[in-house]
């Protein structure tokens, strides 16, 4: 096993763990009603049951796991002159160094998407918390860090792609 196909992997199964970690954790942390939006002086204006976020977030982490996985095994099934890759003559000649890559950018995909989850729920349970007031603190990382984990996944097939394959592949 290729040490990519081995990280994408325990980063997939550390994701769903963190995810079921922030899942629980952020339930029995939250009140009965979250409050999901505050005004300038950190004063809820909305709030949704905990319930609810709850049912939402197994919902998202259901249909991303099992959406990305059945796109994932269809794509094994397409015709090596169908795929619209860089340089096709020498990816048909590594069909299967091609589905190692793809399958590896579903994963990574499909665990940055967990990642992105967990963490936003870990936030909401931060901002809940009524032992101490509200800091920017709290939120301010999770947007940027959002963004840089999806533009490293949804980059990194291009630029994989555009890369010959290695010879022992």
């Not at 204006?45 to 319930?51: A, F, G, K, P, S």
């Amino acid at each position: 096993m290729k040490a990519g196909t081995f990280f994408v992997r325990v980063w997939r199964i550390l994701s769903i763990a963190g995810f079921l970690f922030a899942l629980f954790n952020s339930y029995i942390s939250y009140p009965g009603d979250v409050v999901v939006r505050f005004d300038a002086a950190n004063q809820p204006l909305q709030t949704i049951e905990r319930e609810t976020i709850f049912y939402i977030a197994v919902a998202i982490f259901l249909i991303n796991n099992t959406l990305i996985k059945a796109v994932s095994r269809l794509f094994l099934r397409l015709p090596t002159a169908s795929i619209p890759v860089p340089n096709p003559d020498i990816w048909a000649t590594h069909r299967s160094a091609l589905n190692e890559i793809v399958s590896n950018w579903f994963l990574a995909l499909m665990a940055a998407i967990n990642t992105i989850l967990s963490l936003g729920l870990i936030v909401l349970s931060l901002l809940n918390r009524g032992d101490r007031p509200i800091q920017a603190i709290d939120y301010a990382w999770l947007l940027p860090l959002s963004t840089g984990i999806l533009v490293v996944v949804l980059a990194a097939l291009p630029i994989r792609l555009f890369m010959k394959p290695d010879d022992d592949e």
